[in-house]
């Protein structure tokens, strides 16, 4: 094993870098990539290559090609570039490539190439074009920062939600600078430059000259600057080969390297790692890369060709025509594990492993030791987390074994990290592999995450490795599986050549009712292809109203939208196409579909009940509802019209439309409610007072009341009140008056329909028990009774009862029978039942 | 924990508690101190899951009542709208947030509608040109609130006039809504069965819901045997009856002055029209009620009653009782005859026959001997009366509705029965001895001398079926006809 760390380089006292190769390349580069523009993702993502023939002045008739690979050299997609002069390339943190033109134009391309859409940095660059571009990373997504001809610069801090900030002006500034970055701090993108020997930050509102903190004396130009992954440090190379690296506010100085190469590098990227215990500046120049820290001494490799640099979380890759590689700083648990004569406990799990492998008893000693010092349980962590850094199959697997023999000693090592791990190395290798291409270590994919990996996967079109994937990891399928068939769906309906049938086909038998599958979402995209019909088919297969309608209607197919709405029984989603008809069709056409609709026509009647009155009546009409024409005009007796005779019109169109409703009944009685109306009218003007929407038996009641009999009978005769009622009526107004002649005169009028019962009844209810007495005389025998006891005669009561031989009454008298003055009563009562029941 | 609410079979402090859930995660999602502005509509509802001390617990600060032109000063961060969707609503909350908008410090707006977010209210809001000034547009699924241990309630009073006047489903869509909220919390409710119009409908959509839920499999174990959607328009009569039990009885009395006589009078009508006794002709007692102008709504649901009881009035007697009332009561009147007519209510005698005495004799609904100390027969919920709702729920259960086939032909709708297949770890296995659970959901309202015979069946021993209640609203007769009545002026 000593030949294991031979290539790892120690930087300074603490730490060890380590250099080794991801893929050897086999792409097929026409050019050189000292000639391309290039630009490679983070995260192990895809290189972009762009012969810059704009750069060298040759004959620009040869269009350049465009050309996507793999992080292995896989060809992705090539394109003959036939836009404009492009001045920088970046990939999106959705893995999409910014070509950002000349003349402020950003084109988007998916990574097969795919056009995706275009945006503009501005009209200002227009005029001034762009001298420089970068395409730069935040928590929000991608920023665009540009630098135009006229030395200004203008950004977005998130190009899918463009809103462009031209940043202060540098004063004086007369040339380009000979350096600058974007920086992310507290949220907010700034830019750093540089001009001779100053510095300069721009944010929203200023422009401000900084200095780095301990900055060595001398300095007449910074050359290069890198900023960190995270946006946290910074590095700044000058004139005189002094390297500068601190923290990105300039306030901070980690550390100073002299390098004594005054040759401005190719690149300059920061080489660090999430704890790291020694970070460092990877610097290139054509033939050199040097490792620098906080040490005297840096790392330095020989560069045999042109290589790139791409800076990633936890290291930096670096490619050239031939190679992959990867250079990073190397984590804890592999240092203590493979440091040379390392007594970890990791390093002698893994030492007393291979013994027992030996069937040699040294393993037992190794064990013994580990265990008395009670560090076994730390030596199973320290095996399974360096497993996870491994590159190569063969060493994450001894490795794992180690752990595994190792937990065979323990009680309870609760088995999810290892599990988990091997989890982890399984899929981290499948991507790895290079017909995937997608070399991410194992920090990189733990903070992707694996939604997002799924997500790229799905981007590079692997759909059968990602729904392995989430089978192998059990994911649930609305996270995993029924996500990736949906993508896999909305590829497919771009597939232009094949018929809407044979897609609509493929993709329900693919997806059948996969829960989670959003057949909307499909549609959507197909109706974004111009493929109206395909959608509409798509969407037959769409559960979910509230999902087709939208989309329906987007599709102007409003119609089927309608009937979509009805089925589902959701009224709110009813109104909404039913507004989103009324505006697109014209009021025929629309009451036409009403028709045929009843659902949505009794649902539309409702609206306008409450927003459109006029639009109701016309509805009805159509209909010809007459009955609800006359409710409708009925309402519109009361609502609108104030003069009488308004009131009177609607009416007489009420009555109109019952009589074709043959409501003969209704009719009537309203045609019965204007000659009231009128006649109220009438007496409002000859009486005064307030007659107006009495009813017909309040209206008789307010003129007794007033002493206008004569009226009362006459108007009780005009509208035929019952007998029966017309009696109640003034038997009530008389006795409210407490006009007891008059009522008494009225009582001998002539024999009383209804009796004489109520009139002892109300005389009782104004307290007049004499009056009451007097009509109790008269009350016929069947409620003698009951007039009596109202009258408070219970013994006359009693006596009636008695010489009816009524049980019933005879209960009910000796109810009221209360208190010592109706004891004799109650035995009466009492005597006459013991006599009727010995009959 | 509201303790009444968990004594029953089916512990519906879930169903509370989830509600609760969901409101204290909307409240906190607009972080800070907040006014509420009401739906004044809401607050009955709200206060039967969350007092104020919860919402104040999420630092609500301050209550209003929704209200045209300005709110009143708060000084909070956040001022949240609980509305239903209505379109009228929106109109006031757009001049609300308009005149807050010109006094000063941002406000964060937020909207939460009660029970769904609409399209159609937003669309208003987007055309007032107020949609963007909200922050939070959530909807609050409050539909089934539970208010005893057996009883959920909507309580959306206008559910019956819609569905039977206006042919708005809105609030059948509601209780479906409900139903799968309560299957979500209490598993698949395996045997649907229903009689009427809207019971139908609802079913129909309770199926297609599962449908569009077919990602997330439901892996609780049923509470609920079956469920009965039972519309209010196949029964009629019940809630015209006065409910003769203790609470019915507070029900009905309460708000009414009645003399005892008067009162008395008025059942022994009620009972001979429910018994058959001469419902074809004019009646006297209601005469001399509307002679003597009692208040309409008595006047109302005893003419109601006597039509039900004969399936529909003479054509005579039928427009006597109209024309009487429209004289002494107002001609203004004939909208809500005519709404009554159309709900079925008051109607003429179509082909001259009288299908009451048929469902009366079948269904056993008038019973003569009644023991009103021990029962033994829901009758006594009615001294006499039993409520053919109920009888129907009892029918069901045993010995099944094939035995009632024809009376079911003749009361309106269609009836049916759906499956809810159930995997079979979830099938139950009954033990010997144990009571089926019915969720029985009245579409339209329900009484409660129909709740207190429904709990009667539940304890009776060797019953075999317990019943959770749910209705659009409770309600009695009087309320009922109220919400059937048009006043223009």
Redesign the interface.
């Known amino acids: 094993m000593d030949c294991y760390t031979a290539n790892w380089n120690p930087l300074g006292d603490s730490a060890f870098y380590r250099k080794y190769e991801l893929y050897s390349m086999d792409w097929d580069l026409k050019e050189e990539l000292r000639d391309c523009l290039v630009a490679a993702a983070p995260y192990g993502g895809p290189i972009a290559l762009l012969r810059n023939p704009w750069r060298k002045e040759k004959a620009a008739s040869v269009r350049p090609v465009l050309e996507i690979y793999s992080a292995s050299g896989l060809p992705l997609a090539s394109l003959l570039w036939k836009s404009g002069t492009v001045v920088s390339l970046g990939w999106s943190a959705e893995e999409e490539l910014l070509c950002v033109q000349e003349d402020g134009g950003v084109l988007v391309y998916g990574l097969h190439g795919d056009f995706r859409r275009h945006f503009s940095m501005g009209n200002e660059v227009l005029q001034n074009r762009i001298l420089d571009a970068r395409i730069f990373h935040t928590e929000f997504g991608s920023g665009v920062a540009i630098l135009t001809g006229a030395h200004r610069f203008i950004l977005s801090a998130n190009v899918s939600d463009l809103k462009l900030r031209r940043m202060p002006e540098v004063p004086g500034l007369q040339g380009a600078p000979t350096c600058w970055t974007a920086l992310c701090q507290d949220r907010v993108a700034h830019i750093l430059l540089a001009v001779g020997p100053d510095l300069y930050l721009l944010d929203q509102s200023a422009c401000s000259a900084v200095t780095p903190f301990g900055l060595a004396p001398g300095v007449s130009s910074f050359l290069q600057m890198a900023v960190s992954f995270t946006y946290r440090h910074l590095a700044l190379f000058t004139d005189t080969g002094y390297i500068w690296m601190g923290t990105a506010s300039l306030k901070e100085k980690l550390c100073e390297f002299n390098c004594n190469i005054r040759a401005p590098p190719k690149q300059m990227v920061w080489c660090s790692r999430p704890r790291s215990k020694e970070r460092a500046v990877v610097v290139a120049w054509e033939r050199r890369l040097m490792v620098v820290g906080d040490a005297p001494e840096s790392i330095q490799f020989v560069l045999d060709e042109d290589s790139y640099l791409v800076p990633e979380l936890d290291g930096v890759r670096i490619f050239s025509r031939s190679t992959h590689e990867f250079l990073h700083e190397v984590p804890v648990a592999s240092e203590e594990i493979f440091k040379i004569a390392s007594m970890a406990p990791g390093a002698l799990l893994l030492e007393a492993q291979k013994e027992y492998e030996k069937e040699s008893q040294k393993a037992d000693e190794y064990l013994r030791e580990i265990q008395e010092l009670g560090q076994l349980t730390q030596a199973v962590q320290q095996c399974i987390e360096a497993a996870g850094h491994e590159h190569r199959p063969d060493m994450q697997k001894s490795l794992l074994r180690a752990a595994s023999f190792g937990k065979c000693f323990l009680d309870r090592f609760p088995p999810d990290s290892f599990v988990r791990m091997c989890q982890d190395l399984r899929v981290l290798n499948a991507i790895r592999d290079y017909h995937i291409g997608i070399p991410l270590t194992y920090s990189q994919y733990k903070q992707l995450t694996i939604q997002v990996l799924l997500d790229r996967l799905v981007l590079r079109r692997l759909y059968p490795l990602a729904i392995q994937i989430c089978e192998y990891l059990r994911l649930p399928?609305?996270q995993g599986v029924?996500r990736i068939l949906a993508h896999w769906a909305c590829y497919k309906v771009q597939q232009k050549d094949v018929s809407d049938e044979d897609v609509a086909r493929a993709i329900n038998q693919k997806l059948g009712?996969t829960?989670?599958v959003s057949y909307s979402d499909i549609a959507a995209r197909a109706y974004g292809c111009g493929r109206t019909e395909l959608a509409i088919k798509l969407l037959e297969y769409e559960?979910?109203?509230g999902e087709q309608v939208p989309l329906l209607l987007k599709m102007k197919r409003s119609k089927l939208a309608l009937s979509k709405a009805i089925?589902?029984?959701?009224?709110?989603?009813v109104?909404?196409v039913l507004?989103h008809l009324k505006n697109e069709l014209n009021r025929g056409d629309f009451f036409m579909t009403l028709r045929n609709q009843?659902?949505a026509l009794?649902?539309y009647?409702?609206f306008c009940k409450?927003?459109e009155l006029e639009t109701l009546k016309d509805l009805y009409n159509q209909d010809d509802n007459h009955?609800e024409l006359g409710?409708f005009h009925?309402?519109a007796?009361?609502?609108a019209e104030e003069r009488i005779e308004g009131r009177v019109a609607a009416l007489q169109t009420a009555a109109d439309a019952f009589y074709k409703a043959k409501n003969e009944?209704?009719a009537k009685?309203?045609e019965?409610?204007m000659r009231?109306l009128r006649l109220q009218r009438r007496l409002e003007d000859e009486l005064g007072g307030r007659f107006l929407?009495?009813?017909?038996?309040?209206t008789v009641t307010t003129l007794i009341l007033g002493g206008h009999n004569k009226r009362a009978e006459q108007l009780a005769r005009d509208?035929r009140?019952?007998d029966?009622?017309l009696?109640?009526?003034k038997l009530?107004a008389l006795a409210d008056l407490e006009d007891w002649e008059e009522l008494e005169k009225f009582s001998k009028s002539k024999k009383s329909p209804?009796g004489y019962l109520p009139f002892v009844e109300i005389c009782m209810k104004q307290h007049n028990k004499y009056e009451a007495k007097k009509y109790a005389s008269r009350v016929g025998p069947e409620q003698k009774v009951k007039a009596l006891l109202l009258v408070g005669d219970v013994a006359q009561a009693a006596d009636v009862a008695i010489e009816h031989r009524n049980e019933a009454e005879l209960s009910l008298v000796l109810s009221h029978c209360t208190g010592a003055t109706d004891g004799a009563t109650a035995d009466k009562i009492q005597r006459a039942r013991a006599q009727a029941q010995k009959k | 924990m509201a303790a009444h609410l968990s004594y029953g079979r089916v512990n519906l402090n879930v169903l509370r508690e989830a509600v609760r859930r969901e409101l204290r995660e909307f409240l906190d999602k607009c972080a800070g101190s907040k006014a509420i502005v009401w739906d004044e509509y809401l607050t009955g509802p709200f206060g039967l899951i969350a007092q104020y001390s919860l919402l104040k617990e999420h630092e609500v600060e301050k209550m209003f009542t929704l209200k045209g032109s300005r709110l009143p000063a708060a000084d909070v961060k956040n001022i949240i709208f609980f509305v239903r969707?209505r379109?009228?609503l929106m109109d006031i909350i757009a001049e609300n947030v308009l005149s807050e908008d010109k006094r000063g410090p941002a406000r964060d707006f937020h909207i939460l509608f009660v029970p769904?977010?609409?399209?159609?209210?937003e669309?208003r809001l987007k055309d007032l040109g107020v949609l963007g000034s909200f922050i939070h547009r959530e909807e609050y699924s409050l539909d089934l609130i539970p208010f005893d241990g057996d009883l959920l309630s909507m309580e959306s009073e206008g559910a019956f006039k819609e569905c039977y006047l206006?042919?708005?489903?809105?609030s059948?869509?509601h209780a479906?809504k409900g139903l799968m909220t309560l299957q979500a919390l209490y598993g698949t409710i395996p045997q649907i069965f229903g009689k009427g119009e809207c019971a139908r409908?609802v079913a129909?959509?309770m199926i297609?819901m599962k449908?569009?839920f077919?990602?997330?499999q439901n892996s609780i174990f049923p509470v609920f045997d079956n469920l009965l959607l039972l519309d209010r328009n196949v029964d009629l009569l019940t809630p015209l009856a006065t409910q003769l039990t203790y609470e019915g009885l507070i029900d009905e009395i309460y708000g009414i002055q009645n003399t005892s006589e008067d009162f008395f009078d008025k059942l022994t009508v009620e009972q001979e029209f429910m018994s058959g006794i001469d419902t074809d002709k004019v009646n006297s007692y209601i005469?001399?009620c509307?002679?003597?102008?009692h208040p309409l709504i008595k006047v109302l649901r005893l003419v109601c009653l006597q039509s039900v009881c004969n399936s529909g009035l003479k054509q005579k007697v039928l427009?006597y009782y109209?024309?009487?009332i429209?004289?002494?009561?107002?001609?203004?009147h004939?909208?809500t005859l005519?709404n009554l007519e159309k709900a079925g209510l008051l109607k003429p005698q179509t082909g001259g026959r009288n299908n009451y005495p048929t469902i009366r004799k079948t269904l056993r609904l008038w019973m003569d001997d009644v023991n009103e100390q021990n029962p033994t027969d829901i009758s006594y919920v009615y001294s006499g009366y039993a409520p053919l709702s109920v009888r129907l729920a009892q029918l069901l259960s045993r010995p099944g509705w094939r035995s009632i086939e024809e009376v079911l032909r003749i009361l309106p709708g269609p009836h049916f029965e759906e499956r809810q297949p159930l995997p079979t770890g979830l099938q139950k296995k009954r033990q010997p001895g144990e009571n089926r659970v019915t969720l029985i959901f009245f579409l339209g309202g329900v009484t409660f001398a129909e709740i207190a015979a429904l709990r009667f069946l539940s304890q009776l021993e060797d019953g075999g079926t317990e019943y959770v209640i749910a209705t659009t609203k409770l309600m009695n007769g009087a309320s009922w006809i109220e919400s059937l009545m048009e006043k223009?002026?």
């Not at chain 1, 929407?693 to 309040?698: A, P, Q």
């Not at chain 2, 429209?326 to 203004?332: H, K, S, V």
């Open positions: 399928e609305v029924s009712d829960p989670g559960p979910r109203s089925e589902s029984g959701d009224t709110d989603l109104f909404t507004l009843p659902m009794s649902l009647r409702q409450h927003q009955q409710s009925i309402r007796s009361y609502a009944f209704a009685a309203t019965d409610q009231l929407d009495l009813s017909l038996h309040d509208f009140i019952p029966k009622r009696w109640w009526l009530t209804i | 969707p379109l009228e769904r977010r609409s399209l159609l209210c669309q206006e042919s708005d489903q809105t059948l869509y479906a409908q129909n959509m297609r449908r569009e077919t990602g997330s005469e001399d509307i002679a003597q102008k427009d109209k024309k009487e429209l004289q002494t009561y107002g001609y203004e004939i909208l005519y223009p002026f």
